[in-house]
């Protein structure tokens, strides 16, 4: 799948979205993905996975992706690959592997995320990778509509399957708050500002 084909795919299916938005990271956007318009089709999910997969040659042993929004696609990377699939959760401010996931030493873990404002979830979730002593081999993500000014850096090599440059701000900067717009928290995970 070409970046072209996922962004007609995301639109055909309404998973782009236009309003005023209070992302995840706590910044806010006139542009929302909700990811679960298409990661609700099983096939649509099967195929993403197995373009994150094939981007990193299927050399890792494990998925590992943040909790809730990335699981779907972390599984569908990880069944693309044969590999094995775990999740890190909150757990009040942090993340952590629950529910019996560990990882083994210098096991090649694929961090997979669903969409990347900030990367904060995917830079936890590298950071549990090697605190376990396994070696995170990269981050793949479905949509990354970082920054360019603010790069992000796992250390890691990154590769999404759609970049798209879109605008976010500080809520203190937000033109859309100063014009009244009503504010819409579409997110999982509440955050104060």
């Known amino acids: 799948m070409n970046p072209a084909e996922i962004q007609q795919m995301l639109e055909d299916k309404g998973a782009i979205q236009h309003g005023h938005f209070k992302l ?14 298409v990661l609700e089709h099983p096939r649509l999910a099967q195929r993403f996975g197995e373009s994150i997969a094939e ?20 599984f569908a990377t990880a069944l693309a690959a044969d590999a094995r699939f775990v999740f890190a959760e909150r757990d009040g401010d942090e993340m952590k592997f629950r529910r019996g996931f560990a990882l083994g030493p210098r096991e090649r873990t694929l961090i997979v995320e669903d969409v990347i ?46 970049k798209l440059e879109t605008a976010s701000w500080a809520p203190e900067e937000c033109p859309l708050c100063s014009d009244g717009v009503a504010l819409d928290e579409p997110g999982s995970r509440r955050l104060k500002n």
């Open 117 to 162: 404002t900030t990367g904060g979830s995917a830079y936890e979730v590298v950071d549990l990778v090697r605190k376990a002593g396994a070696e995170p081999i990269g981050v793949g993500v479905l949509i990354d509509r970082g920054d360019p000014a603010k790069p992000q850096s796992f250390g890691v090599p990154v590769q999404s399957l759609l």
């Open 55 to 74: 981007a990193f040659g299927r050399h890792f042993d494990v998925v590992a992706s943040p909790a809730v929004g990335a699981v779907v696609l972390g």
């Open 24 to 37: 995840t990271s706590g910044r806010h956007s006139d542009l929302f993905f909700q990811k679960f318009r």
